[in-house]
């Protein structure tokens, strides 16, 4: 049996687990959470062994000695996954809020962490597991740092309520080199704590310090049944790789082929000069009675070809995930391009949500210490706005004349927004007032006093006398 029948045979889609919010968090609670994450491991050790393309063939039996037993492995996982993480955010996330000194806040908070890279391997970690985790933490310097993380080792379990809050997570590993033994922490809404034991005895150590008021641990998924881009295709992914191995076999079938002869009595040297120089030459009465042939297996060739194109198709057309590779992709104009695109926008529109829902979780976590943002600004971050852009191809002239054809229509920042060369609108339409020589805006915080003190002063001041 195969891992994927071992497995997948009694497969059940992946469940967020849940725990009353009354009840105490004690050692054998967590003991159980980690004991139903351990079922689960085998599910992601799975998935992400796919993805590096230690698939299902390599598991088959070996076949006798004397026939051809390939192995070929198309790894249409990394593909699907690459290619749609690349086309979901390929382009990073932008972020703006309408308070230029929190904005600076969130930049500054981006490039220390190198968001860009960090939120690339959240995305890709999502599409291989269904989801994954990000820790957030403090440093030596009292910066708040981010950091992503598999859920091979991290889990967050949820209250039972309609809302399903986070209620407490565990990150943990075992030691094999000393007895199997559990080290971890468990972080949760009334205290973090170390954990040690083992799987089946988990005790709580000494507290850790707590920063935040809530989780310091955020999960990013694909969808809410937490399945990977590639999950619904793995079979289809493992016949195909079934039937180019035996194509492939096919093939060296047909060079080492059987040479037959009927009708003529061969000795051993008359099979070394036939073999080493490739000459037959019989004659004689009975010449015209012998056959000399090689034996052909039956020529299923463009059955397998079929089979291998149908496997294709719907490799892509169930994972939504467009084969750009395809040679029709580099000929279709923007519009049929776009229907080409159509299903793979779907699932990106999908994950965008999810994304955009993690990302304010983190940056409440970000605005919620004094130390980041004043507390009187601690809302703040539900005014932070998001600027997803699909990494596809663009016809620049046609978004200059469609810009164009705004002005006038719509405001000039609408207008730049759909020139996909433009990545700040805002910071694009200062560049143009500067250029055309625009007057700096007054800037009422950087003046000794109020504008209207000012004028107030000028109105009211008594003339000077002559004499003076």
Same mark, same amino acid.
């Given at each position: 049996?195969?891992?994927?029948?071992?497995?997948?045979?009694?497969?059940?889609?992946?469940?967020?687990?849940?725990?009353?919010?009354?009840?105490?968090?004690?050692?054998?609670?967590?003991?159980?959470?980690?004991?139903?994450?351990?079922?689960?491991? +085998?599910?992601?050790?799975?998935?992400?062994?796919?993805?590096?393309?230690?698939?299902?063939?390599?598991?088959? !039996?070996?076949?006798?000695?004397?026939?051809?037993?390939?192995?070929?492995?198309?790894?249409?996982?990394?593909?699907?996954?690459?290619?749609?993480?690349?086309?979901?955010?390929? =382009?990073?996330?932008?972020?703006?809020?309408?308070?230029?000194?929190?904005?600076?806040?969130?930049? %500054?908070?981006?490039?220390?962490?190198?968001?860009?890279?960090?939120?690339?391997?959240?995305?890709?970690? &999502?599409?291989?597991?269904?989801?994954?985790?990000?820790?957030?933490?403090?440093?030596?310097?009292?910066?708040?740092? /981010?950091?992503?993380?598999?859920?091979?080792?991290?889990?967050?379990?949820?209250?039972?309520?309609?809302?399903?809050?986070?209620?407490?997570?565990?990150?943990?590993?075992?030691?094999?080199?000393?007895?199997?033994?559990?080290?971890?922490?468990?972080?949760?809404?009334?205290?973090?704590?170390?954990?040690?034991?083992?799987?089946? !005895?988990?005790?709580?150590?000494?507290?850790?310090?707590?920063?935040?008021?809530?989780?310091?641990?955020?999960?990013?998924?694909?969808?809410?049944?937490?399945?990977?881009?590639?999950?619904? /295709?793995?079979?289809?992914?493992?016949?195909?790789?079934?039937?180019?191995?035996?194509? &492939?076999? %096919?093939?060296?079938?047909?060079?080492?082929?059987?040479?037959?002869?009927?009708?003529?009595?061969?000795?051993?040297?008359?099979?070394?000069?036939?073999?080493?120089?490739?000459? =037959?030459?019989?004659?004689?009465?009975?010449?015209?009675?012998?056959?000399?042939?090689?034996?052909?297996?039956?020529?299923?060739?463009?059955?397998?070809?079929?089979?291998?194109?149908?496997?294709?198709?719907?490799?892509?057309?169930?994972?939504?995930?467009?084969?750009?590779?395809?040679?029709?992709?580099?000929?279709?104009?923007?519009?049929?391009?776009?229907?080409?695109?159509?299903?793979?926008?779907?699932?990106?529109?999908?994950?965008?949500?999810?994304?955009?829902?993690?990302?304010?979780?983190?940056?409440?976590?970000?605005?919620?210490?004094? +130390?980041?943002?004043?507390?009187?600004?601690?809302?703040?971050?539900?005014? =932070?706005?998001?600027?997803?852009?699909?990494?596809?191809?663009?016809?620049?002239?046609?978004? &200059?004349?469609?810009?164009?054809?705004?002005?006038?229509?719509?405001?000039?920042?609408?207008?730049?927004?759909?020139?996909?060369?433009?990545?700040?609108?805002?910071?694009?339409?200062?560049?143009?007032?500067?250029?055309?020589?625009?007057?700096? &805006?007054?800037?009422?915080?950087?003046?000794?006093?109020?504008?209207?003190?000012?004028?107030?002063?000028?109105?009211?001041?008594?003339?000077?006398?002559?004499?003076?």
């Amino acid at each position: 049996m195969t891992l994927f029948e071992d497995f997948y045979g009694n497969f059940k889609p992946p469940e967020v687990m849940t725990f009353n919010k009354e009840k105490e968090i004690t050692p054998q609670v967590v003991t159980t959470f980690i004991q139903l994450h351990q079922q689960e491991l +085998t599910r992601y050790q799975y998935l992400m062994r796919i993805y590096k393309g230690q698939m299902e063939i390599f598991d088959y !039996s070996k076949k006798e000695a004397y026939k051809p037993d390939n192995r070929l492995a198309v790894n249409f996982a990394k593909f699907i996954t690459d290619t749609f993480t690349g086309f979901f955010n390929g =382009i990073p996330v932008k972020k703006s809020h309408p308070d230029k000194r929190i904005n600076q806040k969130i930049t %500054d908070f981006d490039n220390l962490n190198d968001m860009e890279d960090e939120e690339s391997e959240l995305a890709k970690m &999502a599409c291989i597991y269904g989801r994954c985790y990000e820790f957030v933490y403090q440093n030596e310097d009292a910066e708040t740092c /981010v950091i992503y993380n598999s859920p091979e080792d991290l889990f967050i379990v949820y209250d039972d309520s309609i809302k399903q809050e986070p209620l407490f997570a565990v990150r943990y590993g075992i030691d094999e080199s000393d007895n199997y033994q559990l080290k971890g922490q468990l972080y949760s809404l009334s205290g973090n704590k170390e954990l040690s034991g083992s799987i089946a !005895s988990v005790r709580f150590g000494e507290d850790l310090q707590q920063f935040y008021t809530e989780l310091p641990v955020t999960e990013w998924f694909l969808n809410e049944e937490r399945m990977s881009v590639y999950e619904s /295709v793995v079979s289809l992914m493992n016949s195909f790789n079934k039937v180019i191995s035996e194509k &492939a076999n %096919d093939v060296d079938y047909f060079s080492d082929s059987y040479l037959k002869f009927v009708g003529a009595e061969l000795d051993e040297e008359d099979l070394k000069t036939i073999r080493d120089n490739r000459i =037959i030459n019989y004659f004689g009465a009975n010449a015209d009675k012998l056959d000399v042939s090689f034996l052909d297996k039956p020529d299923s060739d463009s059955q397998t070809e079929n089979l291998l194109d149908r496997l294709q198709k719907l490799i892509f057309q169930t994972s939504m995930v467009a084969n750009i590779s395809d040679e029709s992709f580099g000929s279709s104009s923007g519009t049929a391009l776009a229907y080409k695109l159509e299903a793979m926008s779907n699932l990106a529109l999908a994950f965008q949500r999810k994304f955009q829902s993690s990302m304010n979780k983190r940056y409440k976590l970000f605005f919620s210490l004094g +130390t980041n943002v004043p507390q009187s600004q601690a809302p703040e971050w539900k005014n =932070i706005e998001y600027t997803f852009t699909r990494n596809v191809p663009r016809n620049v002239k046609e978004e &200059a004349e469609t810009a164009t054809m705004l002005m006038g229509v719509t405001s000039e920042e609408t207008a730049l927004s759909t020139l996909s060369v433009v990545s700040d609108v805002k910071a694009e339409i200062d560049r143009i007032k500067e250029e055309k020589g625009a007057p700096p &805006a007054f800037d009422f915080e950087q003046q000794p006093g109020n504008a209207a003190t000012v004028v107030e002063e000028e109105v009211f001041r008594k003339p000077e006398t002559e004499e003076a």
